[in-house]
T-cell receptor, first 120, second 115 residues
Framework: AQTVTQSQPEMSVQEAETVTLSCTYD???????LFWYKQPPSRQMILVIR??????QNATENRFSVNFQKAAKSFSLKISDSQLGDAAMYFC?????????????????FGKGTLLTVNP | EPEVTQTPSHQVTQMGQEVILRCVPI?????FYWYRQILGQKVEFLVS????????KSEIFDDQFSVERPDGSNFTLKIRSTKLEDSAMYFC?????????????FGQGTRLTVV
């Protein structure tokens, strides 16, 4: 069974500083995607960044980047130049593509989340 | 920007009562999902729905749960006889397809409180 673990229930960062959120996962699948979702107080879950397991290059989206270590099954999120609007719950998630699944259902496995506070 | 909308934002119901949570997916999306998050716990997959039938469900999705798309826009989750342990945030999501590049769009959630 796939599992996703976020070991940091809460993190805080000063505005304009950099913070890294940790995520590890366990899977026997070879083809999968990893995601970071942001859930602000408005509660809507917003996709921040995603990484395909076959791609060695780490994904980046503006101030957000990941450190994907496939062998270690680690997928951390780095937020640079943190802004007050980055304050939210961040979820790491995993989606597998089993062989011959034709894409599989969009079944995401989530971690418990990390609550990020940004201090002015 | 198109978005998934869920109503109500908060529902309080008595144990044993039926409750229907409503979702309006993005209009050109074809696949629909329900997830739930018990307070302090992980977000968990409940069910996926395509072409008017369930395509996958988790072990949580027992006979007390059902889903339907009663018209061309709404996607509902019904809990027939609510239990205290059904108290959670329920998230609806939709996608255009299920290929690798598909992105899931989530609603803002419905907080269900069973008393």
């Amino acid at each position: 069974a796939q599992t996703v673990t976020q070991s940091q229930p809460e993190m805080s960062v000063q505005e304009a500083e950099t913070v890294t959120l940790s995520c590890t996962y366990d899977t026997s699948e070879s083809d999968y995607y990893l995601f970071w979702y942001k859930q602000p107080p408005s509660r809507q879950m917003i996709l921040v960044i995603r990484q395909e397991a076959y791609k060695q290059q780490n994904a980046t989206e503006n101030r957000f980047s990941v450190n994907f270590q496939k062998a270690a099954k680690s997928f951390s999120l780095k937020i640079s130049d943190s802004q007050l609007g980055d304050a939210a719950m961040y979820f790491c998630a995993y989606r597998a593509f089993p062989l011959n699944s034709g894409g599989s259902n969009y079944k995401l496995t989530f971690g418990k989340g990390t609550l990020l506070t940004v201090n002015p | 920007e198109p978005e998934v909308t869920q109503t109500p934002s908060h529902q309080v119901t008595q144990m044993g009562q039926e409750v229907i949570l409503r979702c309006v997916p993005i209009s050109n999306h074809l696949y629909f999902y329900w997830y739930r998050q018990i307070l302090g716990q992980k977000v968990e997959f409940l069910v996926s729905f395509y072409n008017n039938e369930i395509s996958e469900k988790s072990e949580i999705f027992d006979d007390q749960f059902s889903v339907e798309r009663p018209d061309g826009s709404n996607f509902t989750l019904k809990i027939r006889s609510t239990k205290l342990e059904d108290s959670a945030m329920y998230f609806c999501a939709s996608t255009t397809g299920r290929t690798k590049n598909t992105e899931a769009f989530f609603g803002q959630g419905t907080r269900l409180t069973v008393v």
